[in-house]
């Protein structure tokens, strides 16, 4: 085994990074390298460590209970030195390296995709990565810089900034509602098909309030869906009612695909919210991103 002295660091972003890929193939495009070169890193890695970090299949990749430890133990070590060298950067540096952007399927199509292409012009030296999915990323393991998360933040140890709000609404298609008729109060919604939103915590469970009146309503769902473009497609085929934010179902709503449902009760609003992972640093990146970002929304991205 030899001394931390004689180690190569080198190839410890790399042993991140297939841990994380779970393929050399996934791990050497993320590093935008060959994966000859991980592969070569990873068993110069084991050698001088003298251990087996990796059991290897045919599928899969996978790390052995020490590599498990040397991952745990390395991966907040090694974000928190990356974080303190680009923080280090000053603003008229030019930005380069990745930056990882996820954010719920909708939110990244509608909103973030064109402000991404107009910062990357600007940076042509940054890679970015814009990954969607309505699934929460766990950011660290995932080597996640920023992500726009629309709902209600449950984990105090992640650091944000929000970006506004949004409101519920509860959405149906004109063809269900001629079909099935229009429930005309929310404990009529019992008697409907119900399409549930399952990465939500309480798919099933809604509050709806008028003024001082507020209703409890237990839904029973024979469909769901774990996307907002599922929902959605679900909800104009007329496959029953459901809720969504008013900023993911504007486009539907004004094309007539889908009218809105007991519009006089109204449902908790949401926040739309940048996250950053736990850490003292914010790389320059991340900064510059949510900076232009911000400016965009506001209509001003040529002022940056």
């Known amino acids: 085994m030899s001394r931390p002295d004689e180690l190569d660091l080198n190839g410890l972003p790399l042993f991140l990074a297939l841990v994380e890929a779970g393929s050399f193939t996934a791990a050497a495009d993320r590093l935008g390298c060959t994966k000859t070169k991980v592969s070569l890193q990873i068993r110069q890695l084991e050698e001088r460590l ?3 970090l990796f059991q290897r299949t045919t599928r899969r990749v996978q790390p052995t209970q020490a590599g498990e430890t040397l991952y745990r133990e390395c991966r907040p070590l090694l974000a928190g030195l990356q974080e303190a060298l680009a923080s280090a ?3 008229g540096h030019r930005l380069r390296g990745a930056l990882r952007l996820t954010a719920p399927e909708d939110y ?18 940054l890679r970015i990565e814009l990954r969607s999915g309505d699934r929460i990323s766990d950011m660290l393991e995932e ?5 726009f998360r629309l709902g209600w933040l449950k984990d105090s140890t992640l650091r944000s900034r929000s970006l506004g709000t949004f409101q519920q609404c509860l959405v149906a298609s004109p063809d269900y509602l001629a079909r099935h008729g229009t429930p005309e109060d929310p404990e009529a919604l019992t008697e409907h098909a119900w399409v549930a939103f399952t990465p939500l915590a309480s798919p099933l469970t809604w509050t709806f309030r008028r003024g001082e009146e507020s209703r409890r309503v237990q839904m029973k769902a024979r469909l769901a869906a774990n996307s907002t473009a599922a929902l959605s497609a679900l909800l104009v085929a007329g496959g029953g009612i459901s809720v969504m934010a008013d900023i993911s179902a ?15 009760w109204s449902l908790p609003s949401g926040g739309v919210h940048a996250v950053y992972p736990p850490g003292r640093h914010l790389p320059a990146r991340v900064r510059a991103f ?10 001003e991205p040529g002022s940056l």
Request: aromatic share 8%; proline share 6%; no cysteine.
């Open 250 to 264: 504007e486009a539907e709503l004004r094309a007539g695909r889908l009218v809105r449902v007991l519009p006089a």
């Open 89 to 91: 950067e000053g603003d």
């Open 290 to 299: 949510m900076d232009f970002f911000q400016a965009w929304q506001a209509g």
């Open 50 to 52: 003298g251990v087996t």
């Open 108 to 125: 990244a199509t509608r909103v973030l995709g064109p402000a991404v292409v107009e910062f990357g012009q600007r940076h042509p030296a």
């Open 143 to 147: 080597g996640i810089d920023l992500a």
